[in-house]
């Protein structure tokens, strides 16, 4: 946030609103007249204020905002989307970003996030609209207005009940038998209050950190404000739940669209900070669980999970054993939300969706993901599984030994020269002479099956040469496939300057030595990042434990 055309500002906001409300007229004047628009807006600086700068441009071209009276989860937007049958959603947030941070992020009248080419029809509409209106700056008509609607409590009430009739009753029973304490942090974010209450709802005890309970834009206990960070941004839960003798803890991002899960060991006291990967093969496993407990005279096959391509492949190993269908689709939710939305049109049933960054959509009622269900999915899981004798960590080694072990191996780089990570990526791509690339790593050692470059276009696994996923010019991301089951993608980030890797070897259920599977994945590992990325002649900053 600060003064320019490039950072979030009042005028920025300004004028994305109005181009957005031009768009909206242009595409879907009947809805947008009829029901109007969510305004949703978290605790970071500015947020609020941003939300009723949008809020009041709208009032004045009298169209009806349901404007949320209170900071509120990211999920919750998209939900009332859908409730009330509106044009659009927007949410003020920048998620898990630095405090300095802030964003605005779209939702379309499907109630998932929007994917070209709308955004680039709001944008166009938006570099035709940088003059501010004569009432733009005019926020007083909010007060009062009758056009202005509060879905904070039926929002709650609604999406309550919906994760309530969602649980069986059995493990609701098992979740207020077993009383299982949860340590939970919301990362000075909005989450506690409402996690609170579905967690009551679902028969769930819990434990908040109480430093990081309230909403705090300074996010002063926490050097990153995201619990995918790991252990380094779960000091104060660890110590809250040692202190309480809890086994697990939950996180909440900042926004509650993330869901982080730690187990302690009850032998070496260590805690083991799962995964995206690993909590997305647990869920995946327990959605399937209870989807067939409740319809087990139905087939599967109109049953469907979904992940983004740089995420485990592990729901695509379920689904060949078991009969449910998997899609891979792009990265981001975007693409997955508007995936299932396209499915359920068809009469399909999608009962999971994640991504490795810690991001999970439980159930299909909110076509994003969604922290807060997520909490009460996992907590369920879990309370199920500590009553039948079992731990997390020995549900997920029972999940790999049935359909083998999927071992991934994800961090990144930091680099704020644009120009650096352009020419990293292009000495990739011109590996040995023009438009080639890479054949092997480590000597020879280890062989590249397929490359697939969703920056150019090119994938050579296909017959054509061409890649089936949407191919973006403006951002990096090039996968390597090899011979021995290895796939690792490297990939900018679209909010931070980051150079990402995501590499995961999948064995088959025979290839049981675990050390060996894992030896080999951190020297490929090491072996694709030092020669392709050059972290060291770069002057890349890797990522801080």
């Not at 009248?109 to 709308?118: C, E, L």
Request: glycine content about 6%; hydrophobic content about 35%; proline content about 5%.
């Amino acid at each position: 946030m600060a003064a320019g055309y490039t950072c979030m500002n009042d005028l920025v906001i300004i004028q994305t609103a109005q181009g957005f409300l031009k768009h909206l007229e242009e595409n879907d004047t009947e809805l947008l007249n009829a029901n109007g628009i969510v305004i949703g807006y978290d605790g970071r600086y500015n947020s609020k204020r941003f939300a009723e700068l949008t809020t009041a441009l709208f009032l004045h071209r009298g169209i009806r905002v349901h404007l949320f009276s209170a900071v509120t989860p990211t999920p919750f937007v998209p939900f009332a989307v859908t409730k009330w049958k509106c044009a659009a959603g927007i949410m003020v947030t920048a998620s898990h970003n630095p405090k300095e941070d802030n964003g605005y992020k779209v939702y379309g009248w499907n109630g998932a996030q929007i994917v070209s080419p709308v955004d680039k029809s709001i944008h166009n509409c938006i570099q035709n609209n940088t003059e501010p209106w004569p009432t733009a700056w005019d926020t007083q008509i909010i007060s009062g207005n009758p056009l202005v609607h509060d879905p904070l409590l039926e929002t709650i009430d609604s999406y309550n009940k919906k994760i309530e009739d969602d649980l069986i009753e059995n493990h609701k029973a098992i979740n207020k038998k077993t009383a299982l304490p949860f340590v939970y942090t919301a990362m000075h974010g909005v989450g506690y209050n409402y996690i609170a209450k579905v967690f009551e709802v679902a028969g769930l005890k819990l434990i908040p950190v109480e430093e990081q309970k309230d909403p705090d834009p300074e996010f002063p206990t926490v050097k990153f404000p995201n619990p995918e960070e790991g252990k380094s941004s779960l000091d104060l839960s660890i110590k809250t739940a040692n202190q309480n003798n809890v086994s697990i803890i939950l996180a909440n991002d900042p926004d509650a669209d993330r869901l982080a899960v730690a187990e302690k060991n009850k032998i070496t006291g260590e805690w083991k900070v799962y995964t995206g990967n690993e909590i997305g093969a647990l869920l995946g496993w327990w959605a399937l669980h209870c989807y067939q407990e409740k319809n087990s005279s139905t087939p599967l096959s109109d049953v469907y999970m979904l992940a983004s391509t740089v995420s485990s492949k592990i729901l695509r190993s379920i689904a060949k054993v078991e009969g449910f269908n998997f899609i891979e689709t792009l990265t981001g939710f975007k693409w997955m939300g508007n995936k299932a939305y396209d499915l359920i049109q068809n009469g399909k049933k999608v009962i999971f969706a994640f991504e490795e960054a810690i991001g999970f959509m439980y159930g299909s009622e909110v076509l994003d993901k969604d922290g807060v269900s997520a909490a009460v999915h996992v907590g369920t899981m879990i309370s199920y599984l500590y009553h039948h004798g079992l731990s997390l960590k020995e549900q997920l080694d029972e999940i790999y030994k049935e359909y083998g072990y999927h071992i991934s191996d994800n961090s990144y780089y930091m680099c704020h020269d644009p120009d650096l990570t352009k020419n990293i990526f292009e000495k990739i791509r011109n590996h040995n002479g023009k438009c080639t690339y890479p054949t092997s790593i480590f000597n020879g050692k280890y062989t590249i099956e397929n490359v697939r470059d969703l920056t150019t276009g090119y994938d050579n696994s296909r017959p054509d040469n061409k890649a089936v996923f949407p191919v973006s010019s403006s951002s990096q991301m090039v996968t390597f496939s090899f011979t021995n089951g290895l796939v690792a993608t490297l990939r900018t980030s679209g909010t931070e300057p980051k150079i990402k890797y995501y590499t995961e070897m999948c064995a088959s259920p025979e290839q049981n030595n675990l050390q060996d599977i894992q030896q080999t994945l951190k020297e490929m590992v090491n072996a694709l990042v030092n020669e392709l990325l050059e972290p060291e002649k770069n002057g890349l900053l890797p990522k801080k434990d």
